[in-house]
Each structure stands twice: as C-alpha cells, then as structure tokens.
C-alpha cells in the first residue's frame, strides 16, 4: 500500500487504515507505507497464497448486507482458503476501490469505517495483520461500484499443506459443523423488505459472519491423519468435485448423515437439502483420512461429520453417488456457483 | 486460483490460463487448480508482497489501449514495486473480473487472449510464473467493466530490501532511463481519434510497454550502494516526496540535470519539464546513494543520471527545491497523481 499525495482523499483512507490496523507481529517486517511489505515467514516452511474478489452486485449487496458483513466476508474468503491447505495466516492485503461519493459523503464514510470494523474483528480474531494493499477510485462514475480484492498470505511445514489431490478409495469423507446454512441465511436475507441496519453478534450467522476453520485445520495438520482437503465454498457438490476428480477418485454420500445446519432445516426436508448440498458459502471444511484412522467427534470445538466414503475411480459409474434412504443410489450432480455461467443458472444467488 | 463447474465459462478460462502459464518453477511447488498456491522463497530470505489495480476508466481505456498493453502494465505495475526494493520476482497473482458479453463474443474472447498475451511476454521476460488468483463476472450488468488486481511476491535476503527511509542529508539524488516519455506517449494517444489496433514492438512505447527496472535494482542491491529507492509511478515529484518524508530529509533537484525523454522534449521545454516533474507511471526508479560512492554512468544497460542532492530536514524550507538556471531555486510541489483527490486535479490524467 503506497502513500499518494493529499490528506483529503486516497491518503487520508490509507493514514486511517494504518492507524486502525498497526501490527506487533513479528513476521511483518515493515507494512503499510513502502512500495511493498516485507514479510519474514518461520523458518522450514512453504508459503501459501491466494486471491479473493468481493465485488458489490456479485458477492454482496449494499441494499441487503450490513457492511460490517461485507468486510467480516471479505477476510473469511482468503482465510478459509488458508484453512484448507491447513496453512496459519501470516498477513493480509486488501486493494479496495470506492465510488467517490463515499469518501465525502457522511453515509459513505460509515460504511466504510463499519467496512474495515467488520474485517478488524475478524483479522483480531484470527491475529491477521493487514499488511499493505492499494486503494483507487472506483471507475464508472455515477455506476461506480464498491470493489475488493483481499490476498492471504500463510505458511505450513514444508509438505505438509493439504491438496486436493491427496485422496485414496476407501478413504473416509468428513464435514466440519453444519451445511446450508448461509443459503437459508441468505434466502431470508433477500426475502425481507428492509436492510438489516445492525447485527448485534456475529455468533450464528453462517452467511453474514462465516467462521473460516483454521483452528480445526492446523489441529488436522497436526495429527497428520487427513489426506486430502477443500474448503466449501461453492457448494458440497461443486467442491466435492473438484476433490475427486485432482485425487482421481469416485464419492458415495450417505444423504441420511448430512450434518443440516437448523436455519436450513426450517425450510422443510427439500430445500434443507439442496441448501446442504448445494448452497455455497458455507466455509466449513471438505475433508478426507483413512477409513482406519480414528476420528474425535469434534476437533477445536467444531463436530466433525463422518458423510460418506471414497471409491476407486470407474468412468462407468457417476464421480458421486447419493446415497437416498428407502430408495437407493442416485447420480449426486455439481449444482454449484459457477461465475461465468449462463444467468438463468445462477439467477438464485445473484448475491453471492 | 480455484477451479469452479463448468468449462463453458470461468472453468474453461482458468483452463486457458493453467495451460498459457504452464510453470516449471523450482519456487512454485504448486500453481493455479486448488485453495492456495505453494510457494518456497530461498532460505534466508524475506518475502515482499505488493498489490496493485487495473481498473478499465481508471487506469486504462478500452478504445484507447490495445488489449496487449493493458496486460503488459497490469503485470509491470507490480514488477515495478518489487524493484523499488531490490527484490526478485517469485511468482504473480492475478484477478480478473471481466463482463460476461467478452467470454461469449469474438471480439471479447480477442481481447482477453491479447490481454494475456501482452502480460506473459513481460511475465516471461523476468520469468515470472502466474501461480494463481481468482476470476469473478463483473458486475454492473451493461455497464460492467474490465477489473484486473495484480500480486507479486519477490524475496531478497534478510534486512537487504531498500525501502524508502533509509536516505541520509548529504545523500546524491539518481534516477534511472529518462523521464516524463509515458505521458507524452499518453497525451498523445488520447489525442489520436483512432484506437491503436496493432503495436509492432513494445520498445520505445515508455506509456504502452513501461520498463520495469529489475535488473537495475537487482544490481543495486548486490553493490550495497543505495541507501532509499522508490520507483516513478506517480511523477518524480510525488515519489521524491514519499521519500523526503519517509527518510525525514529534504532534497534539491537540478533542473538542468533532468534527463529528459526524447518524446516529452518534442512538446517543447515546458510541457517537457512538466512531464518529467509531474507525469506518472514513468516506472524508472528514484535511489539515493553516498555523494561519495562510485556511481556507473549505467547499470544493467539502462542509464543512470544524478539529478541533485539530499538536505538536513529544516521545516522552515520547502520539502522540495528545483534550482532553475538563470533564475535561482524555486520550491517544487507535489503534482502527481491521487485516486481520490478531487475530479479537477486529476482531469487531465483520467486514462490512468
């Protein structure tokens, strides 16, 4: 993040961030104010990186999600990347654009500051300096949209980070906490006429305030017991998927031993899941061990959810079956997000 | 970079990429198709991270740059930060958002393949490996643009990177290459009435195809000569101020000195010397050195030019003096580039 000319404007924001954000860790040799950050990651281990978007009218809406939400989002999204490859966050970098109307006006000011609020909470939480970025003005005049983009800087022991790509047949599968909860978040969200102006906890908002699991992964990382993990970002099928095809493997899911999250449960067995299956956005982890490896109940507080098992990889067969009480095996199909697919198709999530 | 449903859209994209980029990076262990990307810096290193916007109406124009060129600045704005601080490019990130229309029609898909084309020949250059990132549909609707956020991550040993505070009084002023010829090139083509179809070389396009100056800094570094560095983004005089403050020093510049770019010269001698002063994305670098270090007349083949001094900070002077021949010093103000600065400062520059 560089410091640019006038205390009015672009300055100014990156003065208040640097304030609002100052960092004692000790991997962070120099932040905010150079043309780059310096970090220093401990020694003997690799470094992990990833990239975000959240863009307003495609992964929020001002109308419909609080800003602290938009910003506690934001962070998550890098962070449960991190925690899918098991990584500990080492520092994070936001480039931000904002409507120029914002900067000067009262209510675009609030925003903001409850904007980075929400990211600090959740950067305090997780001990995450934001480390540098860049800031612009928002192309599109009175379109202007707001626009940001958070990398995730983290590291792990040499070759220990979990792939996706590390998965055998006979493997067991497991969740952690609970799915479809931030699609029925989400659907009452849009459903109602008013905006939520304020949110008094974060607790239990699966869509508004995801925890990203990075206690359960780094404790997975230390026993050393998972094969193979993906966070679940665009939906248990889609990212299941994704699973088994870089590990080269087939998946059988026991309907009847979905983990449902009870704000989904409310819509009745049907949309419950569909939401479990296929809502996204529920940053809960994806994980694969040896069938013989013996699991807790719950790692770092959060229950883990035996759902079903891997098979040896046959073309003749579906890459996932579904495995449906009283009625048998189905094809388990990808219904998740894909962002450059047709709109009819995603026309649900417009939010997201 | 993540890899999502379908090939017709986002997946077939990221596929392109994954191929176009392909890698055989010692550094990057694992590239684009799961959570993160794996990097391993050399050991005894740091890692120095900076990001930066490409934003379609900010800082490019569809009817004004060629597609080639956008590419090539998107990844030299990044490059030009790792210089800045004498480290070696190790891998970039990029995310793209880009209005669904482009990935459906010809004249799209053309831009976004010379998109890339422009920035792999300057990726391949530096051998800079694309490990990742993450790809969104703009948002907007018809009113949707090109959105580009750039990351690089460098390294350089332990406590060597030159950062902009390590200048002394009494410090010599260098630049590198010359100055002012990107926005003559610019002011030059947003005179034109045509866009720019076809570029035959991108040397001597000092706007379109800016010299990120690595192996400059990368010599500097191993002479253990510079004491501050900062590249020219946003105009010599914006970026001597950063470095004036952040080393708590003033500075005297040599007007005559001023290696001035043959095609800011062509606009005759005042709008010459305000380009130099005052035109951004020149992308040379500004270092400091002892006035009593040997300096070569050029380095890595790229030329380097004293053009003044450092001073004890007194706030009674100006943080910046240009000594005018004929006429005596004068002080010289900040007259670059802020993105949320009011619209008439930055009128004339709307195209970065």
Redesign the interface.
């Known amino acids: 993040m560089?410091?640019?000319?006038?205390p009015?404007?672009?300055?100014?924001?990156i003065e208040q961030i640097q304030r609002d954000f100052a960092t004692n860790s000790s991997a962070v040799?120099?932040g905010i104010?150079?043309?780059?950050?310096?970090?220093?990651?401990p020694?003997g281990c690799?470094?992990?990186?990833?990239?975000?978007?959240t863009?307003?009218?495609?992964?929020f809406r001002r109308d419909a999600h609080p800003p602290e939400s938009v910003g506690h989002r934001c962070l998550a999204r890098g962070l449960s990347?991190?925690a899918?490859?098991g990584?500990t966050p080492l520092?994070a970098?936001l480039?931000l654009?904002?409507p120029?109307s914002m900067?000067t006006k009262a209510e675009g000011r609030t925003w903001i500051a409850k904007f980075f609020s929400g990211l600090r909470a959740l950067a305090e939480l997780h001990s995450v300096p934001l480390?540098?970025?860049?800031?612009?003005?928002?192309?599109?005049g009175k379109?202007a949209?707001i626009?940001a983009?958070i990398?995730?800087?983290?590291y792990?022991p040499?070759g220990k980070?979990l792939?996706?790509?590390g998965a055998f047949p006979g493997d067991a599968l497991y969740v952690t906490g609970q799915l479809g909860g931030a699609a029925a978040e989400l659907a009452g969200m849009l459903g109602r006429r008013k905006r939520i102006a304020s949110v008094k906890t974060t607790e239990d908002h699966p869509h508004m305030f995801p925890e990203p699991r990075l206690d359960v992964a780094e404790a997975l990382l230390r026993r050393g017991v998972a094969t193979a993990c993906?966070?679940i970002?665009?939906g248990l099928s889609?990212d299941l998927?994704?699973l088994c095809r870089?590990s080269g493997v087939n998946a059988e899911i026991e309907q009847e031993a979905l983990p449902i999250h009870p704000l989904a449960a409310r819509l009745g067995a049907k949309s419950a899941l569909h939401a479990a299956l296929h809502g996204g956005e529920d940053y809960e982890l994806l994980f694969t061990a040896p069938a013989s490896a013996r699991m807790p109940t719950s790692l770092a507080g959060v229950p883990l959810t035996r759902i079903g098992t891997l098979k040896a990889r046959r073309t003749s067969q579906p890459l996932m079956t579904l495995l449906v009480p009283d009625s048998g095996p189905e094809e388990l199909k990808?219904g998740?997000?894909?962002?450059?697919?047709?709109?009819s198709r995603n026309a649900k999530k417009k939010a997201r």
């Open positions: 560089k410091k640019r000319s006038l009015s404007g672009e300055l100014g924001l040799k120099l104010g150079d043309d780059c950050a310096i970090l220093r990651p020694a690799e470094v992990l990186v990833t990239t975000d978007f863009l307003e009218g495609r992964h990347d991190l899918a490859m990584a520092a970098f480039s654009a904002l120029s900067l480390a540098g970025g860049d800031t612009s003005e928002s192309p599109g379109n949209l626009l983009d990398v995730l800087i983290g792990a040499k980070a792939r996706r790509s993906i966070d970002s665009d889609t998927a994704h870089a990808q998740g997000w894909e962002h450059f697919a047709k709109p």
